[in-house]
T-cell receptor, first 107, second 120 residues
Framework: DIQMTQSPTSLSASVGDRVTITCRAS??????LNWYQHKPGKAPKLLIY???SLLSGVPSRFSGSGSGTDFTLSISSLQVEDFATYYC?????????FGQGTKVEIK | QVQLVQSGAEVKKPGSSVKVSCEAS????????FSWMRQAPGQGLEWMGK????????TSAQKFQVRVKMTADKSTGTAYMELSSLTSEDTAVYYC?????????????WGQGTMITVSS
């Protein structure tokens, strides 16, 4: 199985900050990388697929980049509603696997 | 707008089975792929398997191959996941999710989650 490693595990930030989360795959996954936002008690929400494609309806402050083994999720100006846990996930092969998550907390 | 509505929380005894349903409303059902994931307390997300109703084909993670059964009722637009031989380690929130068209493993729409507690 492909291992997905996110960093950091958690971070504290203020409203308006730029936030960057990284994700590394244990082998090349081309651009088969997706990002999710997960809030307690809610279903995860797909933000970005194919490493950099923003799902319709997702605010443009979210962006993704990378290919091969190294990927990044950026939030250009953090909003109150963005405090959540973010997961990367590879869709390159079976089984699809998730990173361990990055919890974004209010500073 | 497509929604996935899952069945309610359950408490099960060790050794028993549980069957979770996932009803799709507001969209075409059969041609999409539906996956099942779970999240144990304090843990990350884990993919269990998938079903493509139009083909009636399933694929499951090796870890669950012996214990999981996924089915779909095309007439009602409902997917099911049955997990047998439950242990306390199966205590988790279980999610169904529909894959993006053309990318079955990008999970576009999720159910609300079903809490399964395994306890004697």
């Amino acid at each position: 199985d492909i291992q997905m490693t996110q960093s950091p595990t958690s971070l504290s930030a203020s409203v308006g900050d730029r936030v960057t989360i990284t994700c590394r795959a244990s082998q090349s996954i081309d651009n088969y990388l997706n990002w999710y936002q997960h809030k307690p008690g809610k279903a995860p929400k797909l933000l970005i697929y194919g490493a950099s494609s923003l799902l319709s309806g997702v605010p443009s402050r979210f962006s993704g980049s990378g290919s091969g083994t190294d990927f990044t999720l950026s939030i250009s100006s953090l909003q109150v509603e963005d405090f959540a846990t973010y997961y990367c996930q590879q869709s390159f092969n079976t089984p699809p696997t998730f990173g361990q998550g990055t919890k974004v907390e209010i500073k | 707008q497509v929604q996935l509505v899952q069945s309610g929380a359950e408490v099960k005894k060790p050794g028993s089975s549980v069957k979770v349903s996932c009803e799709a409303s507001g969209g075409y059902f059969s041609s999409f792929t539906f996956s099942w994931m779970r999240q144990a307390p304090g843990q990350g997300l884990e993919w269990m398997g998938k079903i493509t109703p139009i083909l009636d084909v399933t694929t499951s993670a090796q870890k669950f191959q012996v214990r999981v059964k996924m089915t779909a009722d095309k007439s009602t637009g409902t997917a099911y996941m049955e997990l047998s031989s439950l242990t306390s380690e199966d205590t988790a929130v279980y999610y169904c999710a529909r894959g993006l068209s053309g990318s079955g493993y990008a999970f576009e729409i999720w159910g609300q989650g079903t809490m399964i507690t395994v306890s004697s």
